[in-house]
């Protein structure tokens, strides 16, 4: 499976996640896929917290310069949507108004602790909304490949990577598996397709169980 395939097949699963008239934010990477994979009969309201609510598809043609997500790309506005400045949209994620936020990880925790943001050593331009929609959504989904390029788990008992926040996550999608976290066990819900429970087994830095139907 090549990177492309292991992308698609994690943000078709998390859209699964998404019910009608669900308030969504999603974060960049693999996040950005999932309207790709949305049943379009759904209707639902994408928000960003550079302040738009109701965020349609990226534009083809004729781009509008002073409308974009969190991550700077062009986006169109659906019917019924609206823009206001970032401190009332991260006064919605704070409230708890955000159904569901769907970010990407470099490491979970079995705790559901999420590190998302750092790797020491190397530039990014910041934390950004991360720690905010971890704390504040209702439901936070963490998607992510199982393993690092080099084959190391990314879901690990305890993060060795700087922390974004604490026992945030609910669920988590790679390309091999489903977790839920409840009650701060980690919880192996679903195989993916051609994955096995000895692959996933072997791949996960972390104890976990088994719902009835998984074997």
């Known amino acids: 499976m090549d990177m492309g395939d292991a992308r698609q097949i994690i943000a078709q699963r998390a859209a699964r996640e998404i019910n009608d008239g669900m308030i969504v934010n999603l974060g960049i ?9 949305l049943d379009p009969s759904l209707n639902v309201f994408f928000q960003a917290e550079n302040g738009i609510l109701g965020m349609g598809p ?6 509008d310069g002073n409308l974009s ?16 400045d970032s401190a009332v949209a991260f006064g919605m994620i704070r409230r708890g108004c955000v159904d569901v936020s769907i970010l990407g990880a470099l490491q979970v925790s ?5 590190a998302n943001w750092i790797v020491p050593g190397k530039r990014v331009p910041g934390v950004g909304g991360a720690m905010e929609l971890a ?15 080099d084959g190391q788990p990314k879901i690990v008992e305890k993060c060795t990577l700087p922390v974004t926040t604490y026992h945030c996550v609910k669920k988590i999608i790679t390309d091999l598996a489903v ?6 066990t980690l919880r192996l819900d679903e195989l993916m397709p051609g994955a096995t429970l000895p692959e996933v087994q072997e791949k996960t830095g972390a104890k976990f169980i088994l719902v009835n139907s998984v074997r």
Do not use: R, W
Not at 29 to 37: A, C, E, N
Not at 110 to 114: K, R, S
């Open 110 to 114: 079995a705790a559901g602790d999420l």
């Open 135 to 149: 704390y504040g959504a209702k439901n936070l989904i963490a998607l992510m490949t199982h393993c690092e390029k």
């Open 69 to 84: 997500n969190a991550a700077g790309y062009p986006v169109t506005l659906l019917k019924g949507g609206s823009y206001f």
């Open 29 to 37: 990477g693999i996040p950005s896929l999932v309207p790709d994979y």
């Open 58 to 63: 990226t534009p083809k043609q004729n781009a």
């Open 179 to 184: 977790f839920s976290i409840v009650g701060g």
